[in-house]
């Protein structure tokens, strides 16, 4: 039976929900620098990347041998700005949550296999391990509908609650983990996070603002469960130590 969610159309424009986990539901991140390393590709991959200033300083004969490894690094990197969006993430100790939509067909694809290969190259040398790191093919859904949007990213957030032993409250277990989360409440900015569309449906504060729509109640249960449904990650839902 072929696997479930591996993603077979690529759709020019389509946003997707996209979501992979260790090999043998092992961690893929052990602390924070892991974390921190994580994101800091997620930067490099996605954030913009000035061409100009960087062949300036390896033209510079007053620039450091670092600055220029730097500099060189950076452009010999695949770069995907203005080629994936990210519009929402969230970090897990073994698996992770992304909404992307991709400009133009293959172009997630591509991104995807460089920030798993280099991150696992990453992740063996410092934790003195070999081998993949990740369960096979990441897994992904194309969304549907404007409201399958919403509702995807609300799931995306609230999967922090899904460690165990948290404790404080619903606020701050939501921030418990790496996420996105802190961009659509407007506390943090990172430039590589594209909240805009889904914000673009809330107003700033009270009961119709995005934190009601992922710390209120849910009324809408059986809705978010139908919009839900045809983006079920199977097990990746289960609790994470």
Known sequence: MPAKNIVKDYSAEGYYHVYNRGVNK??????????????SYLKIYLGPQ?????KTILADPNATPKQKDEALRSLSLNNFNNKVELNAYNLMPNHFHFLLQ?????????????????YCMYFNRRHHRVGGLFEGTY???LILSDEQLLYVTRYI????????????SLSEMLHSQPSSYPNYL??????????DKVLANFSKSGF????????????????????LSKLSIDDYSEEIS
Do not use: C
């Not at 119709?208 to 919009?227: M, R």
């Open 50 to 54: 000035n061409i100009d200033e960087l």
């Open 26 to 39: 092992r961690r893929i991140f052990i602390d924070d620098q892991d974390y921190k390393t994580f994101l």
């Open 186 to 195: 407007n506390e943090i900015h990172q430039e590589w996070v594209k909240p």
């Open 157 to 168: 957030h609230r999967n922090s609650l899904g460690v165990i032993g948290l404790k404080g």
């Open 139 to 141: 897994k992904a859904v």
């Open 208 to 227: 119709n603002s995005y934190k009601s729509f992922v710390e209120g109640d849910d009324s809408n249960t059986a809705l978010s469960e139908i919009l």
């Open 102 to 118: 991709q400009k133009e067909e293959r172009h997630m694809q591509s991104f995807l296999q460089s920030l798993m290969t280099r």
